[in-house]
């Protein structure tokens, strides 16, 4: 289908449709070249024979005309029309009308070529006139004249001479097929040309199309030869300072946004040693609020409180910026999965509220703390947010190249726009909710846990209602597995 696919792009593409253009020209260039030389060919051949045939006709009526009597007979008649066509070739006929005699040099000659229109031409405009007619697909001249002595009125005689155009004919025919066989060359040789043409045309379309695609692919590096001063070479040349633009400002945001990150983690960084030391004066306030007075105890455990959130946003902003620096690592260890969980769901005390199915013996490399994270993450969520029944189903696909960690609930679900953001960093679905009891990075704490395996987390509504986190890692086996 792609293979298909492939050649029918090729074949309505770019190149063939310029292949196709050229043909079409030269092709209609050769035709309408044709066709002009064989009708201007045509005409100076026919004119050329007309003026000779009609010079010649001229000089022999007006010299057998000195010896021709009237009123005439049919023996003179005849011999006039004998004399006028012995001189203009073996192949002329010559026929002599007067009032009602009519005779030709030759008696067995068709004599409906000479047709009416021409005989009312000659008597009624007085002058020579002169036709060109076809009989059982031969082409014939006919030229006809009233015979005048010394100037004088009309004789009453006519003069019509018939020569064939045969030769002439085939004269022409003959440059039109010779015109006509040299149209092939002529097309082959366009589409010769067309094809180179459309190679260096497409050549810096091509080079832009895979600079564009690198482009795409990340690499703003990418730039294209500039040839020559045409309008492709304005396209490159375009091209590359929109490149160098484009290039410069990405090179940009990103220098913002690693002096953004840098600036978080050093904050972070900066708040622990303060805020360890608050979260210790917290806690003992906390544990002795009952000994102090309502008000004070309130506000003791709300600032024990406050303290403890502060604590973990700072933890998880030193993470995020762990990931982000490249500095966070796996650390690796053969891991019973369903015992792993197990112990995440029953060190948070949500044994009883999460229904699970855990088969054991699926034992995999992975980094337990890490797990514990994205595991933890997942099913507070879906406590918090959800509502029961909360699942968590541990599986393999049937490949057994990949484990899965599913965490559904029976929730309202994501709204379809929330989807798209659930892992984003601070991502509130609600924009009047301005806080939360987690820090806004669980879930993007989640996936960057699940990428550093190489794995990754998918968000979906389930097909009964309620939201789905499907969390999927390569299954690496440890090697005594192996062994």
């Known amino acids: 289908m792609r293979v298909a696919r492939r050649a029918l792009r090729r074949l309505v593409g770019l190149r063939t449709r310029l292949v196709v253009a050229f043909v079409l020209i030269a092709l209609a260039s050769a035709v309408t070249a044709t066709a002009l030389a064989y009708r201007e060919s045509r005409t100076a051949v026919l004119e050329r024979k007309q003026d000779a045939v009609r010079t010649a006709f001229k000089n022999r009526v007006e010299q057998a005309a000195a010896d021709f009597d009237v009123p005439a007979d049919e023996v003179s008649l005849t011999r006039f029309a004998t004399g006028v066509a012995d001189g203009l070739g073996d192949d002329a006929v010559v026929v002599a009308r007067y009032r009602s005699l009519t005779v030709s040099s030759d008696a067995s000659a068709d004599r409906s070529r000479i047709t009416p229109a021409l005989r009312e031409a000659v008597r009624d405009h007085n002058r020579m006139s002169f036709q060109r007619v076809e ?125 953004a990150k840098r600036f978080v983690a050093d904050v972070s960084h900066e708040l622990r040693t303060p805020l360890a030391a608050m979260t210790m004066v917290a806690t003992v ?120 960690v599913e965490v559904a609930d029976r929730g309202p679900g994501l709204p379809p726009e929330t989807l798209a953001h659930v892992f984003d960093r601070f991502y509130k679905a609600d924009s009047a909710r301005t806080r939360s009891e987690g820090s806004g990075l669980g879930t993007a704490i989640a996936l960057e846990n699940a990428r550093l395996h190489g794995g990754t987390i998918e968000a979906a509504n389930g097909p009964e209602g309620g939201a789905v986190f499907t969390l999927r890692l390569p299954w690496r086996r440890p090697r005594e597995e192996h062994a």
């Not at 595991?375 to 959800?386: I, P």
């Open 135 to 259: 009989r059982d697909g031969r082409p014939y001249l006919v030229v006809g004249t009233p015979v005048t002595f010394d100037g004088a009125s009309p004789s009453g005689l006519d003069a019509f001479a018939v020569t064939s155009l045969r030769a002439e004919s085939e004269a022409t025919a003959g440059v039109l097929e010779a015109v006509r066989d040299g149209i092939v060359p002529v097309v082959l040789l366009a589409a010769v040309l067309a094809l180179l043409s459309a190679g260096t045309v497409l050549r810096p379309v091509r080079e832009l199309g895979r600079a564009t695609r690198r482009h795409a692919a990340g690499d703003l590096s990418s730039r294209v030869r500039v040839r020559g001063r045409d309008e492709l070479a304005d396209l490159a040349r375009d091209f590359n300072e929109t490149a160098d633009a484009l290039e410069a400002s990405v090179a940009e945001l990103r220098e913002q946004d690693a002096r």
């Open 285 to 404: 306030l906390d544990e002795d609020a009952d000994a102090l007075p309502p008000d004070t105890a309130q506000a003791a455990r709300t600032v024990s409180e406050e303290t403890a959130r502060l604590s973990r946003l700072v933890d998880d902003l030193m993470e995020m910026s762990r990931f982000d620096s490249g500095a966070a690592h796996l650390n690796l260890t053969p891991t019973d999965l369903a015992e792993a969980v197990s112990a995440t769901l029953s060190l948070r005390g949500w044994t009883d509220r999460v229904r699970t199915e855990l088969p054991h013996g699926v034992r995999a490399l992975v980094d337990r703390r890490r797990v514990d994270v994205i595991v933890a993450n997942l099913v507070g969520n879906a406590l918090r947010h959800g509502a029961p029944p909360v699942t968590l189903t541990l599986a393999t696909d049937p490949a057994g190249d990949w484990l899965t």
